[in-house]
Nanobody, 130 residues
Framework: QVQLVESGGGSVQPGGSLRLSCTVSGFTLDDSSDYYAIGWFRQVPGKEREGVACISSSDGAPFYADSVNGRFTISGDNAKNTVYLQMNRLKPKDTAIYYC???????????????????WGQGTQVTVSS
């Protein structure tokens, strides 16, 4: 069973940076028998979840939401079995709970739609405020 554990959330002033980590267990990112797609979603209470960024082992190009493109970078470290979300030039509207999501299998879809993911982490709070 795949488990995803987020860390790195916190409070930061506008214009600042944070790096979120998603540690994966139950699956090895460099496993050659299956592909993975790992993504980050965020949600503000009372609002819909928003896909932020995703990366897969079957497609080399990460995919970003327009709202974060150019400010956020998703990357993976096979040695640490961890996927990161580097967030720069943060804005108050980036405040949300951030979730790491994953799909594992012989075929994966690089998508920012929540229904495309089977596994979800518990979330980590990011607050951007002066």
């Amino acid at each position: 069973q795949v488990q995803l554990v987020e860390s790195g959330g916190g409070s930061v002033q506008p214009g600042g940076s944070l790096r979120l980590s998603c540690t994966v267990s139950g699956f090895t990112l460099d496993d050659s028998s299956d592909y993975y797609a790992i993504g980050w979603f965020r949600q503000v209470p009372g609002k819909e979840r928003e896909g932020v960024a995703c990366i897969s082992s079957s497609d080399g190009a990460p995919f970003y939401a327009d709202s974060v493109n150019g400010r956020f970078t998703i990357s993976g470290d096979n040695a640490k079995n961890t996927v990161y979300l580097q967030m720069n030039r943060l804005k108050p509207k980036d405040t949300a709970i951030y979730y790491c999501v994953g799909q594992i299998g012989p075929v994966v879809l690089l998508t920012l739609l929540a229904d495309g993911y089977d596994d979800w982490g518990q979330g980590t709070q990011v607050t951007v405020s002066s």
